[in-house]
């Protein structure tokens, strides 16, 4: 017989591991994206939503997908720089790669490549991703919602 306290740590972990996991994935986005500046104009009325729920569904998919390959990318260079500080790799700006180490360069280029191509897989333009990972600064809204998305898949696994 299960203790009521076993459930409620377990579920806590459950929790606290669920939270984590989506604070880490909305760092890889904002790694990503953080050059990829879109020039801001003022408008005289709110502009309409740039996502529906299919994107957020995709972006939530590609999110997921491209975490372990950049958990990888980041412990390899890490390794490779030693008690350095790692600089923020953005994969649209060259500047951000070139000062890294040669054998840095190569796993930073080689996640960027994967990133973008796992982005249109989930159907998704490069672009769109961007767009949408700056919106999620921004946007309380578009940010529970996609929080909500990347709940629901890590709660079904076999989600494609």
């Known amino acids: ?8 740590s377990r ?10 996991f989506f604070f880490g994935a909305i760092a890889t986005v904002g790694l990503i994206s953080n050059s990829f500046s879109l020039s801001s104009k003022a408008y005289g009325q709110t502009p309409t939503p740039i996502v529906n729920n ?3 569904d995709s972006y939530a998919k590609a999110v997921l997908a491209m975490e372990p390959a950049r958990q990888n990318a980041f412990e390899e260079i890490k390794k490779l720089i030693g008690n350095g500080e790692i600089p923020q790799i953005v994969c649209n700006n060259s500047n951000s790669i070139s000062g890294l180490p040669k054998k840095a360069q190569d796993i930073a280029v ?8 796992v982005v249109e ?5 490069f672009e769109q991703f961007n767009k ?3 919106e999620l600064q921004n946007n309380d809204i578009l940010k529970r919602q ?3 998305t990347l709940l629901r898949l890590q709660k079904t696994p076999d989600s494609p």
Do not use: P, W
């Open 132 to 134: 949408i990972t700056i």
């Open 110 to 117: 080689n996640y960027c490549a994967y990133a973008q191509k």
């Open 54 to 56: 299919t994107q957020i």
């Open 146 to 148: 996609v929080y909500n």
């Open 121 to 125: 897989e989930k159907g998704l333009r």
């Open 11 to 20: 579920s806590s972990r459950k929790r606290i591991l669920s939270q984590s």
């Open 1 to 8: 017989m299960k203790k009521i306290s076993d459930l409620f």
